[in-house]
Nanobody
Framework: QVQLVESGGGSVLPGGSLRLACAAS????????MGWYRQAPGKEREFVAE???????SYADFVKGRFTPSRDNAKNTVYLQMDSLGPEDTAVYYC??????????????WGQGTQVIVST
């Protein structure tokens, strides 16, 4: 059983920073792309950023220069450093990972989400 557990969400003032973490655990054989999505109230879930196993990064246009994903392959953990946060970044942030269990195919897994609130 594979699980993704996020941490690091919370409330922050505009202009502030937060660092999210997401750790994958369970019967993991290999992990490929790891990334982040978010869902604001009343909106659809949207792509934020993704990092490949070897470090190639892709971003949504609205986070370039402000958010930076990173990962620790030894810990099967992905991070999202978020700087210059604004109220428009308020959302539930979800991590996702392509994970292969021993003897099985790669599957996409999702975390349970962590709330980020940017407000005065």
């Amino acid at each position: 059983q594979v699980q993704l557990v996020e941490s690091g969400g919370g409330s922050v003032l505009p202009g502030g920073s937060l660092r999210l973490a997401c750790a994958a655990s369970g019967s993991i054989f290999s992990v490929n792309d790891m990334g982040w999505y978010r869902q604001a109230p009343g909106k659809e879930r949207e792509f934020v950023a993704e990092i490949a196993r070897r470090g190639f990064i892709s971003y949504a246009d609205f986070v370039k220069g402000r958010f930076t994903p990173s990962r620790d392959n030894a810990k099967n953990t992905v991070y999202l450093q978020m700087d210059s946060l604004g109220p428009e970044d308020t959302a539930v942030y979800y991590c996702t990972a392509a994970i292969k269990e021993l003897g099985g195919p790669f599957k996409n897994y999702w975390g349970q989400g962590t709330q980020v609130i940017v407000s005065t």
